[in-house]
């Protein structure tokens, strides 16, 4: 071959490479330009995993781990790289029956904050693999837990007063002659009836915290008519028991609420001290506003609660002393009440207490804010009165109680 054929084939050649060249980038660049910005199908699956707020974990034919997410580690599905061995066993009877298997996966042994009930459900995927989806049941296992009690404890309650006045009644008729038996039986009967008409009575008010009804729309309160007015309320009980209730002087303060409902609930907790302190004690009533705040304290020299029980004592029907509660002849939900009123009012209950020093429990409440105030700038941790006396010892600090669960009173009930 001549050289000039030679060169002429080698430029033939050079002229076909860049044309076919530039034709294949042509059509990788319209590829690409067709393709739509973000992440691709794969990516957001994987991000759907990673996010979902069950644990998923996707095993081989093997049992060993192609995909998991964090959750998976929280509920206890995944430890040290490896699936739950309930998951993996469960895994390998649905790849032999390719049919779906619900599992209890829930942890054998408690552990921190590790959820106590997880129900977990395996899937066949094909090819060997499959899909374990663990979730955590804990809250509706606690709830239901919760239901039961609750009705229980009202069973219970009912029962004692419907009892007592059909065996009271008995007993009228039988010394029908004897008008001071007829008497005396009959006072016994009426306490009966009303302790019966005020446990219902409660129990509907609690019913409509919880969200049964709608509460009335919300006004301006003054807080201390609110205190006037409890303290009226209270008042015959306090001077039966020989117990003097002091306030400090009035405050001005403003609350957004509904008043009958924190007279109420102010009644409880003062109903509630005057119960469990000894005679001739002191009960005292404190106002302060606090970082926009306001906070009313109810102070006493009572029997206390111990620290194991003051995160159960706004329970419904939770008793600490048994045998006392039922001498003071209270519902068992009056520190229920409280709870839910300032959870309605966007405030909450606080509590400290020691066992034979007494107690205090604070109602927080958002304060309201007048027109003129709204463009100063709020001065926080202002009080406009003395803080309770047991706060400023160094060594009580204030408890407070998250209203998540039912309940009932200060070392009992009300």
Do not use: C
């Not at 990788?28 to 707020?53: C, I, M, Y």
């Not at 509907?204 to 729309?217: C, F, H, K, T, Y």
């Amino acid at each position: 071959m001549t050289t000039p054929v030679s060169l002429a084939l080698a430029i033939g050649a050079l002229v076909a490479g860049a044309v076919i060249g530039y034709l294949a980038a042509r059509a990788r660049g319209r590829r690409e330009v067709a393709r739509p910005p973000g992440p691709t199908v794969a990516e957001l699956l994987e991000r759907l995993v990673r996010s979902s707020h069950n644990g998923v974990v996707v095993l081989n034919r093997f049992g060993d781990m192609v995909l998991h997410n964090p959750r998976a580690y929280e509920l206890g599905l995944v430890k040290v790289n490896q699936a739950d061995p309930r998951a993996r066993k469960a895994a390998e009877q649905v790849v032999e029956t390719d049919e779906p298997l619900e599992i209890d996966l829930s942890p054998l042994e408690a552990r921190g904050r590790q959820p106590e009930a997880v129900l977990g459900q395996v899937r066949p995927l094909g090819d060997g693999f499959t899909v374990v989806e663990a979730v955590d049941h804990s809250e509706a296992i606690r709830l239901e837990a919760v239901r039961r009690d609750f009705v229980a404890n009202v069973s219970h309650e009912l029962k004692t007063p419907v009892g007592a006045i059909a065996l009271l009644t008995e007993a009228v008729l039988d010394a029908a002659e004897d008008v001071d038996e007829v008497r005396r039986f009959g006072g016994k009967i009426l306490r009966e009836s009303t302790r019966l008409g005020q446990l219902v009575t409660e129990l509907i008010a609690l019913s409509r915290l919880q969200g049964a009804e709608r509460l009335p729309d919300l006004n301006v309160v003054e807080v201390d008519a609110v205190v006037r007015e409890a303290l009226g309320r209270t008042t015959l009980s306090a001077e039966s028991a020989d117990i003097r209730i002091t306030t400090d002087a009035a405050s001005g303060l403003l609350v957004e609420g509904d008043r009958t409902l924190l007279v109420t609930a102010l009644s409880n907790l003062l109903e509630n001290a005057v119960a469990y302190s000894p005679a001739g004690s002191p009960v005292s009533i404190s106002r302060r506003l606090n970082d926009g705040v306001v906070e009313v304290a109810v102070t006493d020299r009572g029997i206390g609660i111990a620290e194991d029980e003051q995160q159960r004592v706004f329970e419904r029907f939770y008793r600490a002393d048994k045998a006392r509660s039922r001498a003071t002849g209270g519902t068992g939900l009056g520190l229920a009440i409280v709870k839910h009123v300032a959870a309605n009012h966007g405030g909450s209950v606080g509590l400290w207490s020691r066992p034979g020093t007494g107690s205090t429990f604070t109602l927080r409440i958002p304060a309201h804010v007048r027109p003129e105030q709204a463009g100063e700038p709020a001065k926080a941790g202002k009080q406009t009165s003395p803080a309770p006396r047991q706060e400023k010892t160094p060594e009580r600090t204030q408890r407070l109680v998250v209203t998540g669960q039912d309940s009932p009173d200060h070392g009992g009930n009300l």
